[in-house]
């Protein structure tokens, strides 16, 4: 094993350094936070130096206009008495801190399970017509699908839901003109009764917004219920939407069944369950386990590659498993791992999931990292893989905390935290923008908060409904890039956020700032 150099990392397999590119997310550490396990003196110098660049800006405060005075009169970098800022950073956290959201009425219920927002084309009349649909599930089992566009203004039937305001509830407030969102629409024969509870919608491989793709399909599992396991489905959008047909019952078809729980999944494709996780041919349905174990794999993340998959566990822990390793039929013949609980001295799961420490070990089947293995305080919630720095990911945990990790080094803790969730026990999903400059997260206290994901701020914390904010969804798709300097151009009116769907048990909503 090689020891630590500052700027690079130690690939174990391929036994040599490689350096650590930035400017990456999450470069700046909160020291208030409780869950630091190491000092500035240990940490990267790249944290470090940042770090004092981004704690003064959390406290400028300017607003936009004297923001863009000050950028036309000394450039992108915003000098004051507490320190220096990134115009173009400050400027979108400006906007992002004051969004405005929409209620969609008659939506009790329909997105308090998963949602995922889709590309596809319409046959019309008078052709294909491209259009967004969201496709929503939820925790009583169905599922729905709306359109999200303005094809279905056209038409007088199905059902149609309308967009209501709830913040600002100050309409004087409003400073910023932003296009109230269509209403949405759905058609008949546009929902149907799964066999439990909906516990996961993944679209199946990449795709993009100008493009249509030949194979379009969306993964959807159960949750499972008492007299039967949880279930893998296909949904099958590839060829165009027809509204005069039933649109999902004749695309939808049952892909395997477990005997146990489905918690979530991940494309392609992976099945996290009460037992581990499972790797599932889409197309024969064929399992082959790759890990298991006796705590429940709560959430996971397949990474880039899709040969490395995260599986967040209930009892706190974080664990690594390379799936390349041959998968067999029975979990027997899978490698036995023997895995300590972190010491009373560093950060440890809680009591309860320890039961008090009386254990000091658990055990795990499969192809395992053990140096890649970290500990939350209490069970996972989320896992959030980020795209564009393919190394990070965000995890959860039920007791509230949220923290950013680096694949590279992982063993020396956290690269970030963020303070103000509040959690005890609900699975509550994080969504991350397209850009991957914000995520948010619901709250047991009903409240929703966004945070940057470079500097920790947390932006927005209000409340505006009467339940859990536990589904988050933004669209995968970044926006087509034009050239350099049309994008300098256009920083004042891009739309950096796509808007974001929230669904609960009260119902849908969408926020989006200018």
Same mark, same amino acid.
């Given at each position: ?266 494309? *392609?494709? &992976? %099945? /996290?369950?009460? #037992? ?10 064929? @399992? $082959? ?107 959860? *945990?039920? &007791? %509230? /905390?949220?923290? #950013? ?10 690269? @970030? $935290? ?97």
């Amino acid at each position: 094993m090689g020891v630590d150099l500052p700027g690079f990392y130690f690939d174990a397999e391929k036994n040599r350094y490689f350096p650590i590119k930035g400017p990456i997310p999450g470069s700046s550490r909160n020291s208030s936070s409780a869950s630091t396990s190491y000092s500035s003196t240990t940490a990267p110098k790249s944290l470090s130096k940042s770090n004092l660049v981004n704690k003064p800006c959390r406290r400028i405060g300017i607003k936009t206009a004297k923001l863009l005075r000050v950028r036309e009169l000394h450039g992108k970098v915003i000098t004051s008495s507490k320190g220096k800022c990134n115009f173009q950073e400050e400027y979108q956290k400006t906007h992002a801190s004051k969004p405005m959201i929409w209620k969609y009425h008659g939506t009790k219920s329909i997105g308090d399970g998963a949602l995922e927002q889709i590309h596809v084309n319409i046959g019309m009349p008078h052709g294909l017509i491209g259009t967004d649909i969201l496709l929503a599930g939820s925790a009583s089992g169905y599922l729905s699908l709306c359109e999200v566009g303005k094809v279905g203004q056209q038409f007088d039937y199905g059902d149609k839901f309308m967009p209501d305001c709830v913040w600002p509830l100050n309409t004087r407030k409003r400073e910023v003109c932003v296009e109230v969102p269509v209403h949405l629409w759905r058609p008949p024969g546009a929902s149907m009764l799964m066999s439990s509870n909906i516990s996961c919608i993944k679209m199946c491989g990449k795709h993009s917004n100008t493009e249509s793709s030949s194979m379009q399909h969306v993964l959807i599992t159960t949750l499972g219920s008492e007299t039967s396991g949880g279930s893998v489905n296909v949904l099958n959008l590839s060829d165009p939407l027809d509204y005069d047909l039933p649109v999902l019952e004749r695309r939808a078809s049952k892909v395997t069944s477990f005997n146990c729980t489905v918690w979530t999944a991940d494309c *392609s494709s &992976d %099945g /996290s369950t009460d #037992l581990g996780a499972a790797l599932v041919n889409l197309e024969t349905g064929v @399992q $082959s386990w790759v890990f298991r174990c006796k705590s429940d794999v709560l959430s996971l993340q397949l990474d880039h590659s899709g040969r490395i998959v995260l599986c967040g566990l209930r009892n706190g822990a974080i664990v690594t498993v390379d799936t390349r390793q041959k998968s067999e039929e029975f979990s027997a013949r899978l490698t036995r791992h023997r895995i300590p609980y972190p010491s009373r001295g560093t950060c440890k799961p809680s009591s309860r999931i320890t039961q008090n420490f009386t254990k000091q070990w658990f055990e795990l089947k499969g192809n395992i990292l053990h140096s890649d293995i970290v500990y939350m305080p209490s069970s996972i919630s989320c896992l959030a893989s980020l795209q564009l720095y393919d190394r990070y990911f965000l995890s959860s *945990s039920m &007791d %509230g /905390s949220i923290r #950013l990790y680096d694949h590279r080094l992982i063993r020396r803790g956290p690269l @970030q $935290s963020y303070e103000g969730n509040m959690n005890s026990h609900t699975r509550i999903q994080l969504g991350v923008d397209p850009y991957e400059r914000f995520f948010m997260s619901g709250g047991e206290d009903c409240n929703l908060r966004l945070w940057s994901i470079k500097s920790g701020e947390l932006l927005f914390e209000d409340n505006f409904m009467d339940s859990v904010p536990s589904i988050v969804c933004w669209p995968k798709e970044l926006p087509r890039v034009h050239d350099e300097m049309q994008n300098q151009r256009e920083v004042y009116s891009q739309d950096y956020s796509q808007g974001a769907w929230l669904g609960s048990q009260e119902g849908l909503f969408y926020m989006c700032w200018p």
